[in-house]
C-alpha cells in the first residue's frame, strides 16, 4: 500500500469513496478548493487504485484539523486508514501544533473506536452538527513539541 500526495486526477475517485462513505458528502468543487487551498491532501493506492483519502489543515495557529478521512468499502479492514491518518498525525505533528482535532458523528462508533486507539480523546458532543440533525464528537489529539503526548 502506498500513501502518497493527491493530484488532481484523483478528484473522481476521492469523490466516489466520499459519496460511498457519507450520507452527506462534501461536492466535487469541494474537494477542487481545498486542493488549491493547499491543504494536506493525502491518498492511499492498491496496486495503483486509489482506495483512501485524508485532507487535514492547520485550523488555528497552534492546532490541526482532520478535515476528512474515508477509505473505499470494499478495502476497509486492511489498514488503509490506520496508513492515512499515521501519516497525516506525523506530517502535522512536524509543525509545533498543540492540539489535532476531528469531529465524528455520533452514530458511528466504529470510528470513535478507531480514533480512541490513536489516543484521540473526546472533548464534547455538538448537538446538531450535521445538516441531517445528527451530532458530532469532537474528539482532540494532544501533542508536545511535535511529539505526541501521553
Given at each position: 500500500?502506498?500513501?502518497?500526495?493527491?493530484?488532481?486526477?484523483?478528484?473522481?475517485?476521492?469523490?466516489?469513496?466520499?459519496?460511498?462513505?457519507?450520507?452527506?458528502?462534501?461536492?466535487?468543487?469541494?474537494?477542487?478548493?481545498?486542493?488549491?487551498?493547499?491543504?494536506?491532501?493525502?491518498?492511499?493506492?492498491?496496486?495503483?487504485?486509489?482506495?483512501?483519502?485524508?485532507?487535514f489543515w492547520i485550523k488555528?495557529?497552534?492546532?490541526?484539523?482532520?478535515?476528512?478521512?474515508?477509505?473505499?468499502?470494499?478495502?476497509?479492514?486492511?489498514?488503509?486508514?490506520?496508513?492515512?491518518?499515521?501519516?497525516?498525525?506525523?506530517?502535522?505533528?512536524?509543525?509545533?501544533?498543540?492540539?489535532?482535532?476531528?469531529?465524528?458523528?455520533?452514530?458511528?462508533?466504529?470510528?470513535?473506536?478507531?480514533?480512541?486507539?490513536?489516543?484521540?480523546?473526546?472533548?464534547?458532543?455538538?448537538?446538531?452538527?450535521?445538516?441531517?440533525?445528527?451530532?458530532?464528537?469532537?474528539?482532540?489529539?494532544?501533542?508536545?513539541?511535535?511529539?505526541?503526548?501521553?
Open positions: 500500500m502506498l500513501v502518497r500526495k493527491f493530484n488532481p486526477k484523483d478528484l473522481k475517485r476521492v469523490y466516489e469513496i466520499e459519496n460511498m462513505s457519507f450520507n452527506q458528502s462534501y461536492g466535487i468543487n469541494m474537494f477542487q478548493q481545498l486542493y488549491e487551498m493547499g491543504v494536506g491532501f493525502l491518498v492511499a493506492e492498491e496496486d495503483g487504485y486509489v482506495i483512501g483519502y485524508v485532507i488555528y495557529e497552534n492546532q490541526g484539523h482532520i478535515i476528512s478521512i474515508a477509505v473505499d468499502k470494499n478495502y476497509r479492514r486492511l489498514k488503509a486508514g490506520t496508513h492515512l491518518l499515521v501519516k497525516a498525525i506525523s506530517i502535522l505533528s512536524l509543525l509545533n501544533l498543540d492540539t489535532i482535532y476531528l469531529e465524528v458523528n455520533e452514530n458511528n462508533k466504529g470510528a470513535v473506536e478507531f480514533y480512541k486507539t490513536f489516543n484521540f480523546k473526546i472533548d464534547r458532543v455538538v448537538p446538531g452538527y450535521y445538516e441531517d440533525g445528527d451530532g458530532a464528537i469532537l474528539m482532540y489529539l494532544p501533542l508536545k513539541r511535535g511529539k505526541i503526548s501521553s
